[in-house]
């Protein structure tokens, strides 16, 4: 448990990440353009080829789908400033500040997944008013599993950072999953359809993947109509508190271990 004094410190390294938030317009003007492009473009566009035979409208399926694939690309964004900060030796001064590493780790990975809740609320908002799920509890309940969801995504990238050291290979790897996790979900398709293509391998790891827990569980929450859940809610939310919090405690534990004078190597 913390104390009254490192819960206190936690808040100043959130603060502190949500002050370089604000300073990052690029990186705000780009995810919102992205986002503008995908929800009155793209998404528009495919919603009228394909058939409606899922129980519920696919441009409302993808909607929530979308979200979901801006939180997790977010997310990954937030935290991989991390890696930026080694070569910039932002770590060492945090270092020789008066705090606990895992204060700092703890501080880092919350105010990692808040800027990230604070950055796509608006979007979350949009999305949902065009579902007719724009509720006080659909809302809250919707935030609350986003960040959930966030703090999985931030500490999974800075366990990543701690463990390579190099914003080369970091990038690299990243860039990578980005692609994959996103299409090995059931952020476009539902998971029924995905099984029935007879890919087991491709089937199970859209059934493991977080990014499709997120966004079935969304989807459950303010599309009643929508049948397609190959697992229960329970079962989802259980997943995601147990994910996101298993690698929180490991990200603190790798920033308590391993974080040595800062520095790539």
């Not at 502190?16 to 990186?27: P, V």
């Not at 007879?198 to 599309?223: E, G």
Request: proline content about 3%; glycine content about 6%; hydrophobic content about 55%.
């Amino acid at each position: 448990m913390l104390s009254l004094h490192e819960f206190k410190a936690v808040l100043r390294v959130v603060e502190w990440d949500l002050m370089k938030l604000k300073r990052q317009k690029a990186f705000m003007a780009m995810r919102t353009a992205w986002f503008i492009i995908q929800t009155l473009v793209f998404e528009y566009a495919i919603s009228k080829i394909t058939r409606p035979d899922m129980g519920v409208d696919y441009f409302e399926f993808y909607l929530l789908g979308l979200y979901t694939a801006l939180l997790y690309s977010a997310s990954i964004a937030r935290a991989y400033i991390i890696a930026d900060e080694f070569d910039d030796g932002v770590i060492d001064y945090h270092l020789s500040l008066p705090l606990k590493r895992s204060v700092l780790a703890a501080g880092r990975v919350i105010g990692g997944a808040v800027s990230t809740i604070i950055f796509t609320v608006p979007m979350m908002v949009f999305i949902l008013y065009l579902v007719g799920g724009l509720e006080p509890i659909s809302l809250l309940t919707s935030i609350a599993s986003a960040f959930a969801f966030s703090t999985g995504v931030v500490s999974f990238v800075v366990i990543i950072v701690m463990k390579l050291k190099s914003t080369d290979t970091t990038d690299i790897l990243f860039g990578t999953l980005d692609a994959i996790l996103v299409r090995l979900s059931s952020v476009f398709y539902p998971l029924p359809v995905i099984k029935a293509l007879n890919l087991p391998a491709y089937y199970y790891l859209a059934l493991l993947n977080p990014l499709t827990h997120f966004a079935d569980f969304l989807r459950a929450l303010v599309l009643p109509e929508y049948f397609l859940l190959q697992l229960t809610l329970a079962q989802s939310i259980l997943y995601m508190l147990g994910l996101g919090t298993g690698l929180l405690v490991v990200a603190i534990e790798l920033f308590e271990r391993k974080l040595e004078a800062g520095g790539v190597r």
